[in-house]
């Protein structure tokens, strides 16, 4: 599976972005989605996490009530909705496949990853 993210831009802090990530090359359905994020000298990490069909879903809990994770599975494509946006959301943001939600959530054996798209969160 190939995946392509969009949606990463500029904005000030309260703000509201929403990111897209589309899937071809394998069947969508099959795989769990997450996002990830990664800020200068700091490690990747799990911002969210969706199970197949949407009904499961997992959050970092720095984002927890600010950021949600959908899918459409008929459009190949999951979304992360980014309200409320803080200067420390600042990084580039990735979104990745995964064979189970536990695959996502420790972000180990995962299929594939986005090339990334850059959110930056002014004052």
């Known amino acids: 599976v190939l995946l392509q993210a969009s949606g990463g831009g500029l904005v000030q802090a309260g703000g509201s972005l929403r990111l897209s990530c589309e899937a071809s090359?394998?069947?969508?359905?099959?795989?769990?989605m997450g996002w990830f994020r990664q800020a200068p000298g700091k490690e990747r990490e799990l911002v969210a996490g969706i199970g197949f069909s949407g009904g499961t879903t997992y959050y970092a809990e720095v984002v927890k009530g600010r950021f949600t994770v959908t899918r459409d599975n008929a459009k190949n494509t999951v979304y992360l909705q980014m309200n409320s946006l803080k200067l420390e959301d600042t990084a580039v943001y990735y979104c990745a496949a995964g064979p189970t939600m536990g695959a996502i959530i420790k972000m180990d054996a995962l299929d594939a990853w986005g090339q990334g798209t850059q959110v930056t969160v002014s004052s």
């Open positions: 090359g394998g069947t969508f359905e099959d795989y769990a």
